[in-house]
């Protein structure tokens, strides 16, 4: 069964203090991974798709980066207007084709000034 | 270009009503997804449509929830009779059919309460 682990839970960083995010995962044959960006009352935003393990992604203030084993976003002198709950999820080589996401619980991210 | 929308943006309904909750995807997108998350839970899958066809259901609970998805544009998620664990949010997500990749694009979701 595929599973995703997001750390740390919750994150609060003072503006301008950079720091990262991880998503461990295991899936069966990994065919994409996912950042997404949620506000509060508000659907998932879509980030960046990361493919294969050496991958980067960038942008504005946020770099993803694939292992093998897991992602991290790290967010470069963030400002409030980052604050947000960060979702991983994967999805995997399946035959026939589907195409589910599976999601981590997220890391709810408070910048402060 | 309108994103994906949903109806009801809540829903507040009694334990053995019936609630039908409403998605219209991104225009031109074949893929049609539902998800939930409850209380404390991560995001989960309940399925997929291809079109009016469905590809995946393997995450829909039990047999209270029925998806449609006529004619290939909009879905509607009915549940039928609602029990107190069905509230959460529900998530519709929609995305293009590519060999190489399949962005899913999500709407505001509707807050479903049973009480």
């Known amino acids: 069964e595929d599973q995703v682990t997001q750390s740390p839970e919750a994150l609060r960083l003072q503006e301008g203090e950079s720091s990262s995010l991880n998503c461990s995962y295991t899936?069966?044959?990994?065919?994409?991974l996912f950042w997404y960006r949620q506000d509060p009352g508000k659907g998932p935003e879509f980030l960046f798709t990361?493919?294969?393990a050496g991958e980067e992604k960038e942008k504005e203030r946020l770099k993803a980066t694939l292992t093998k084993k897991e992602s991290f976003l790290h967010i470069t002198a963030p400002k409030p207007e980052d604050s947000a709950t960060y979702l991983c999820a994967v999805q995997a080589e399946v035959t026939g084709g589907g195409n589910k996401l599976t999601f981590g619980t997220g890391t709810q991210l408070k910048v402060e000034l | 270009e309108a994103g994906v929308t949903q109806f009801p943006s809540h829903s507040v309904i009694e334990k053995g009503q019936t609630v039908t909750l409403r998605c219209d995807p991104i225009s031109g997108h074949d893929n049609l997804y539902w998800y939930r998350r409850v209380m404390g839970k991560e995001i989960k899958f309940l399925l997929h449509f291809v079109k009016e066809s469905k590809q995946d259901e393997s995450g829909m609970p039990n047999n209270r929830f029925l998806a449609e998805r006529t004619g290939g544009t909009y879905s509607t998620l009915k549940v039928q009779p609602a029990e107190l664990e069905d509230s959460g949010v529900y998530f519709c997500?929609?995305?293009?059919?590519?060999?190489?990749?399949?962005?899913?694009?999500f709407g505001p979701g509707t807050r479903l309460t049973v009480l």
């Open positions: 990361l493919y294969s």
């Open positions: 997500a929609s995305s293009f059919s590519r060999a190489d990749q399949d962005t899913q694009y």
């Open positions: 899936v069966s044959g990994l065919r994409g």
